[in-house]
């Protein structure tokens, strides 16, 4: 049988494998919702532009009606010999309201239809990700709120670097995830343009109203050029650009969690629920959420280079290629949606030692920036030579065994005499990441109001 929607110059039907590469049914299918739609928007337009009469896009409307309710109750039958979901629709409209179902395509193609369907589902998707973005910076906005004060070791290198605060590190995730929103809402601007109806040739126009099309769809505007809109994939592209940096932020929280929750850090402790066993050795506790987590950064970059390397080279404007745009998309934004509900889970669930914590924010020598920093504002010593001098009470105290502040000032004075009893005031970790008062610092004051700030925000959107 060759094909009922398009086979009218051909007389045999196609190679079982040629089907098997051509159809998109398998995936395409998610796009219904958006295809009805669309398809209503469409023939409202054909109606009141009299390009079908009312009686016909009334019942062409009624038709589309009918498939959405099978579509919702699960009782509607895709067929891959009708390859993609957009003949599935229009075949199964016919069957339903006979030879008038075939003016719904009037004035549009395939082609415009898909890309349409598909900005209007990668719009949808941003919404339902940028959802997801704020709720995960709420609980990290949270999570800061309430250890604004807990000391922990600020680290460069994943070497102990100084002293900050947990609620500043849960905020530096908060600022990410909030450039990510950005991202996301810069591309839905650009994407907002309707695709639909394009005229092709001057000299077969309809007189399309595009504007209606595109304002029934919630579009801005219709897109300006014929051959750009079936063409452009650029909205995908930058959703799926956004969503690999957004997936690079998480997996850069998920790989902390790792660490924190291992036990040679043991800062952070996930519960059961975010926790799982080993088979073998049953003591373990492990952190495969975070690390799954960390792990879809690879399909999601990875969907963006697919998408990428399908486009490129694609003379205009449409080729098949471009069905190929689906399943990266598909892919990458239900991983970053499961990464990002995750990682609000295991947020939510982590707890903090803070001791432990405490303890490592001593370690290593965390104060010896303090200590340098004391000796220029008190001693008025060069911050170089301050950082000399810090060297070598630091290579002190390491060969006594000892930390800074437990170093005795007759001590710290065989190198610098002119240090005196108040440098100790610098010298625990705790003062240290309170100090750090100005504008973006760690000290809890800072970190408080922040958190408040972003609350307060985020409750607002
Ligand atoms: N399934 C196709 C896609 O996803 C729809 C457009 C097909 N157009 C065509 N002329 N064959 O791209």
Request: net charge negative; proline share 4%; with cysteine.
């Amino acid at each position: 049988m060759t094909n009922t929607m398009w086979g009218g110059r051909f007389a045999a039907s196609p190679a079982e494998i040629m089907e098997e590469i051509n159809a998109s049914i398998d995936f395409d299918k998610r796009l219904w919702r958006h295809d009805i739609l669309a398809s209503k928007a469409h023939v409202a337009m054909l109606g009141a532009t009299g390009i079908v009469t009312p009686g016909e896009a009334d019942q062409i409307s009624g038709g589309l009606d009918t498939i959405q309710a099978e579509m919702e109750a699960g009782t509607f039958t895709f067929t891959r010999a009708l390859e993609d979901i957009h003949l599935n629709i229009e075949s199964r409209l016919a069957e339903l309201i006979g030879p008038v179902a075939g003016k719904l395509h009037t004035a549009r193609s395939r082609n415009d239809q898909v890309a349409t369907d598909f900005r209007l589902y990668v719009r949808d998707e941003i919404e339902t990700i940028d959802a997801g973005l704020a709720q995960l910076q709420l609980g990290l906005a949270a999570k800061a709120l309430e250890e604004a004060a807990t000391v922990m070791p600020g680290f460069t290198h994943l070497q102990t670097a100084q002293p900050s605060t947990f609620g500043h590190h849960c905020l530096a995730y908060v600022e990410m995830f909030g450039r990510d929103r950005g991202r996301f809402e810069d591309a839905a601007k650009r994407l907002n343009e309707s695709p639909l109806a394009p005229p092709r040739s001057p000299a077969r126009a309809f007189p399309s109203d595009r504007d209606m099309t595109a304002k029934a769809l919630g579009f801005a505007r219709p897109t300006a050029n014929s051959l750009d809109a079936v063409s452009d994939r650029d909205f995908a592209l930058e959703a799926l650009a956004a969503a690999s940096i957004a997936a690079m932020h998480l997996s850069r929280l998920a790989e902390e969690i790792v660490l924190w929750t291992s036990p040679q850090f043991g800062f952070a402790r996930l519960t059961d629920a975010f926790s799982t066993g080993s088979s073998i050795m049953p003591q373990k506790r492990n952190p495969d959420a975070a690390e799954l987590v960390r792990a879809k950064t690879g399909r999601i970059a990875g969907a963006f280079q697919a998408l990428l390397m399908v486009m490129k080279g694609l003379p205009l404007a449409y080729a098949k290629d471009m069905q190929e745009d689906k399943e990266p998309v598909f892919d990458a934004l239900d991983a970053l949606k499961l990464g990002l509900a995750a990682m609000t889970g295991m947020v939510g669930d982590l707890t903090v030692d803070a001791k432990a914590m405490k303890r490592a924010a001593g370690h290593e020598y965390s104060t010896a920036t303090d200590l340098a920093d004391w000796l220029v504002q008190t001693l008025n010593i060069p911050f170089r030579e301050a950082h000399h001098i810090t060297g070598r009470i630091v290579a002190l105290a390491e060969s006594k065994g000892s930390d800074l502040k437990r170093l005795s000032l007759a001590e710290i004075q065989s190198v610098e005499p002119r240090v005196t009893e108040g440098v100790y005031a610098v010298l625990d970790p705790a003062s240290s990441a309170k100090s750090r008062k100005s504008q973006g610092g760690t000290a809890p004051a800072n970190v408080r109001r922040e958190a408040k700030r972003w609350i307060k925000r985020l409750e607002k959107d």
